[in-house]
C-alpha cells in the first residue's frame, strides 16, 4: 500500500512563492508517474501537473503554465511542485497522487493512490 503525504501549504500574499513536498511510501516510487491536483471550495478537483518515473517529461496545465514547476527526488521518494507567481484563484487543498501507469495523465481516474492534501491560501 502506498501511502503519500504531502506538506509546505500555507498563507501567502500574491505574487508570492511556495514549494509543496510530496513524500511517498510503501512502495517502490521510482515507478511511478506523478501528479499534482487541486481543489478550490465549491469547485471539482482539478489536474495541475504531472512527471514521469525519471522526470525527464513534465505537463503542466495551462492556468499554471510558467509559475509553476513539477519535479521529483527518487532518492527521496519526494515530488515537489514549486509555485511562484501566486494569485488568489490558486487557493485551494492541492492534492499528490501517484499512478502505476508509465504516461502521463490528467484525469483523476489516472491516479490509484492519493495524499490527504495541503492547503494553499493565496491573499490578495
Known amino acids: 500500500q502506498v501511502q503519500l503525504v504531502e506538506s509546505g501549504g500555507g498563507l501567502v500574499q500574491a505574487g508570492g512563492s511556495l514549494r509543496l513536498s510530496c513524500v511517498a511510501s510503501?512502495?517502490?516510487?521510482?515507478?511511478?508517474?506523478m501528479g499534482w491536483f487541486r481543489q478550490a471550495p465549491g469547485k471539482e478537483r482539478e489536474f495541475v501537473a504531472t512527471?514521469?518515473?525519471?522526470?525527464?517529461?513534465?505537463y503542466h496545465a495551462d492556468a499554471v503554465k510558467g509559475r509553476f514547476t513539477i519535479s521529483r527526488d527518487n532518492a527521496k521518494n519526494t515530488v515537489y511542485l514549486q509555485m511562484n507567481t501566486l494569485k488568489p484563484e490558486d487557493t485551494a487543498v492541492y492534492y499528490c497522487?501517484?499512478?502505476?501507469?508509465?504516461?502521463?495523465?490528467?484525469?483523476?481516474?489516472?491516479?490509484?493512490?492519493w495524499g490527504p492534501g495541503t492547503q494553499v491560501t493565496v491573499s490578495s
Open positions: 497522487a501517484a499512478s502505476l501507469g508509465s504516461s502521463l495523465s490528467t484525469s483523476l481516474d489516472g491516479y490509484r493512490y
Open positions: 512527471i514521469n518515473w525519471s522526470g525527464a517529461t513534465t
Open positions: 510503501g512502495g517502490t516510487f521510482i515507478v511511478y508517474t
